[in-house]
C-alpha cells in the first residue's frame, strides 16, 4: 500500500534550519510530481513547493521563495525539503504528497519559536 512518512520536524529558532525528508513507497515514486504542504489549524493546507519526477523542474510558493529548497532522490524513493531562514510563520504541519494520488502521510510538525 501507498505510504508517505514525513520526518525532520521539530522546534527552531528564527532564522534556524531544518531539514524535513518524505519515505515514499508502495508506489513508482520516480514517475510521479511530488509536493510539499504545510497546515496549521483552523487554516487550509498551503501547497509550498513542487518537483517534478526527474527533479529537473521545481516551484515554490512565494512565501518561501528563495529559502526553501525541494530535492529528491529517486534511487532511494525520498523527498526533501530544506528550510533555511525560517519564520514563525513557518510553523505548521509538513506533508509530503505525490501529484494525482491521494494519500497523506501523518505529517511532521515544524515549530518555530524563540
Known amino acids: 500500500q501507498v505510504q508517505l512518512v514525513e520526518s525532520g520536524g521539530g522546534l527552531v529558532q528564527p532564522g534556524g534550519s531544518l531539514r524535513l525528508s518524505c519515505a515514499a513507497s508502495?508506489?513508482?515514486?520516480?514517475?510521479?510530481?511530488m509536493k510539499w504542504y504545510r497546515q496549521t489549524p483552523g487554516k487550509e493546507r498551503e501547497r509550498v513547493a513542487f518537483?517534478?519526477?526527474?527533479?529537473?523542474?521545481?516551484t515554490y510558493a512565494d512565501s518561501v521563495k528563495g529559502r526553501f529548497t525541494i530535492s529528491r532522490d529517486n534511487d532511494k524513493n525520498m523527498l526533501y525539503l530544506q528550510m533555511t531562514s525560517l519564520k514563525p510563520e513557518d510553523s505548521a504541519v509538513y506533508y509530503c504528497?505525490?501529484?494525482?494520488?491521494?494519500?497523506w502521510g501523518k505529517g511532521t510538525l515544524v515549530t518555530v519559536s524563540s
Open positions: 518537483i517534478s519526477s526527474t527533479g529537473g523542474g521545481t
Open positions: 504528497k505525490a501529484t494525482g494520488m491521494d494519500y
Open positions: 508502495g508506489f513508482t515514486f520516480g514517475i510521479y510530481n
